[in-house]
């Protein structure tokens, strides 16, 4: 495991300052081809989105706001409550800037992604209601964009793409939605992480089953009832909050250009660190520019390209600066995002870790010690690279053998035997301390500290805990989605219902494994198929800026409008005869 983790920090090291610079590049190259398009055609987004222009005969298989809903609800999932959680534990409060930044430039990739996987997707032949009609997304695009534009065969390119998304659907999309419900399961009601993970692959077992009729039925009802919930829980604390509001906006803009930490005290001072953590955290919740979305995009029912991409350029602004902000200012404004709560420590704990502090107070990981010394509940050291026991890789300052922390523990901790042996030869598997949260349980921190004025910290628990679980199974409802189009592409409907079977396997296992390790390899994954996909939309932003210009110049919506309003008046008139005929 050891050499795994060291793999794994080698390759982000390497692919994160390539990640954000792709990233913050393409999306500023394409926010201004397109003339600042999020910012100009956000309001006929909403109009596409809100049905009015709905032509139920034109090809695909699913509504604008059915394609929107079922990738928000990949979008809207844990990056909005552990996600940002995880940026301002290791980047420090101006990670949340660096994502309002992602998510704006953002916008513009995914209007730009949607729209090119729209104009090259296929349609598939006799395929059954569970396989779907059309199938598109990037590796269309990289495959037939560059071939028609440039002559250049890059079919391996979009292979890679293809395969690598198809990973990804197994980790980011999976694995972590799983893994993160099931720590929240243990967390709160002592639940072994195998029930809960057999329950959850279950429920998703019996959507995905159905192909994207039924995905997309069911995320347009899940998505807005989840994000309703979520906002309106969070709004209350801003209001309850809200004269901190202002001081906190501050330090998050602050944080961003002059950084003094992250809570578990990495990167001091360092810029790159804060901005690094905030990109990596924006493109996995909002998944801007990483090519998952255009794939549920692509089943939308239109013939106008451009049509669904500003319908996707809502997502980023959607998940983002709405969602993650109320997230981001609940965490800060409360003050939870460095506060040390009394917590069970089980030394067998995956977030249980051990780590070197030195005197300028960096705080970097090391290897389990073999064994490691503690008199009167702190640890003996001599220099700043002795081992220290720590809880989300934030060292625990004293240690104690009762949960009302009046007994310090002495003794040995022996981290290979997930063991600590008292100096009167007592055995713990658990001891007790003060520690930081990280991930969900810090949000959750952040709503129980926001609603105690109200005297309903346990509603603010019930709040996130509620929507861990819609999120993360809405979230791997719609992955399974992007991966199946992924394994139809590589190999052809035949592998369709294979690939559903190991993903729900593959869901099961995610809810066992150390979270640090799922998205740290979710990282990697996502960093390795989000780089062929911007390069892509660069090189055809000549098209994207033809296409765009056409639809707008020719106004197609205005044509739909009155399909649209005809066929909604045919409705009502055959309702109306129907109801007279009842009567008589």
């Not at 002059?258 to 804060?274: D, K």
């Not at 805990?465 to 592409?489: E, H, K, M, P, Q």
């Not at 197609?556 to 129907?578: C, D, G, M, S, T």
Request: net charge neutral.
């Amino acid at each position: 495991m050891e050499t795994l983790s060291s793999f794994i920090e080698l390759a982000n090291g390497l692919l994160s300052p390539v990640l954000v610079t792709g990233l913050l590049g393409a999306g500023l190259f394409l926010t201004l081809r397109l003339g600042f398009i999020q910012i100009r055609r956000l309001g006929h987004g909403f109009a596409v989105t809100s049905g009015k222009y709905d032509d139920p005969n034109e090809p695909g298989d699913v509504s604008h706001f059915q394609a929107l809903t079922t990738a928000l609800s990949a979008t809207v999932g844990i990056g909005n409550i552990a996600g940002v959680a995880l940026a301002i534990h290791w980047g420090g409060p101006g990670a949340l800037f660096w994502m309002w930044i992602t998510a704006l430039l953002g916008m513009a990739t995914k209007y730009s992604e949607v729209t090119l996987a729209q104009h090259y997707r296929e349609t598939i032949e006799d395929g059954k209601a569970w396989e779907g009609s059309v199938a598109g997304g990037p590796m269309y695009y990289i495959e037939k964009g560059i071939k028609e534009r440039y002559g250049w065969n890059w079919k391996p390119v979009a292979v890679f793409f293809a395969f690598m998304l198809m990973m990804t659907s197994f980790m980011t999309g999976n694995a972590i939605q799983a893994n993160t419900i099931a720590t929240e399961m243990a967390s709160n009601f002592g639940l072994a992480k195998w029930i809960t993970g057999l329950c959850t692959a279950t429920i998703v077992g019996v959507v995905i089953i159905g192909g994207i009729r039924r995905i997309g039925a069911v995320t347009g009802v899940l998505a807005p009832l989840m994000a309703a919930l979520y906002v309106t829980g969070g709004l209350l604390i801003l209001l309850l909050n809200a004269g901190d509001v202002p001081g906190t906006l501050a330090t998050i803009i602050t944080e961003a250009f002059n950084p003094s930490a992250g809570v578990a005290g990495t990167g001091i001072g360092l810029f790159l660190t804060t901005m690094t953590y905030g990109v990596q955290r924006g493109l996995f919740s909002n998944e801007a520019g990483q090519g998952s979305a255009p794939i549920a995009h692509s089943a939308a029912k239109t013939d106008e390209p451009v049509s669904e991409g500003v319908v996707a350029l809502l997502e980023p602004f959607i998940d983002t600066i709405i969602i993650c902000t109320i997230t981001g200012l609940v965490i800060v404004s409360t003050g939870v995002f460095d506060d040390k709560v009394p917590t069970t420590i089980s030394l067998g704990d995956n977030n249980v870790s051990y780590v070197q502090v030195d005197d300028r107070g960096n705080i970097t990981s090391t290897s389990s010690p073999r064994e490691l010394a503690v008199q009167n509940g702190m640890p003996v050291v001599t220099s700043g690279t002795d081992p220290r026991l720590a809880y989300f890789d934030v060292p625990v300052d004293t240690l104690f053998i009762d949960a009302a922390q009046t007994q310090p523990f002495t003794g040995t901790i022996f981290p290979g035997r997930a063991q600590a042996v008292g100096s009167d030869g007592t055995t713990y598997a658990v001891l007790y301390g003060n520690a930081v949260r990280n991930s969900a349980p810090l949000t959750s921190l952040g709503f129980q500290r926001g609603l105690e004025p109200l005297g309903l910290s346990e509603l603010g628990r019930w709040i996130v805990l509620l929507c861990v679980f819609l999120f993360a199974i809405s979230t791997a409802i719609s992955w399974s989605y992007y991966g199946d189009r992924c394994a139809n592409y590589l190999w052809g409907k035949k592998a369709i219902l294979p690939y559903k079977m190991v993903f729900l396997v593959m869901h099961f296992l995610g809810a066992v494994v150390a979270v640090t390790t799922i998205w740290d390899l979710g990282d990697v994954a996502l960093s390795l198929v989000t780089l062929p996909n911007v390069i892509t939309l660069v090189l055809l932003s000549g098209l994207l800026k033809r296409v765009t210009d056409s639809y707008f110049q020719r106004k197609p919506w205005l044509e739909n409008y009155e399909v649209h309003r005809r066929i909604v008046e045919e409705k009502k008139q055959k309702a109306a005869a129907r109801k007279q005929h009842e009567r008589i």
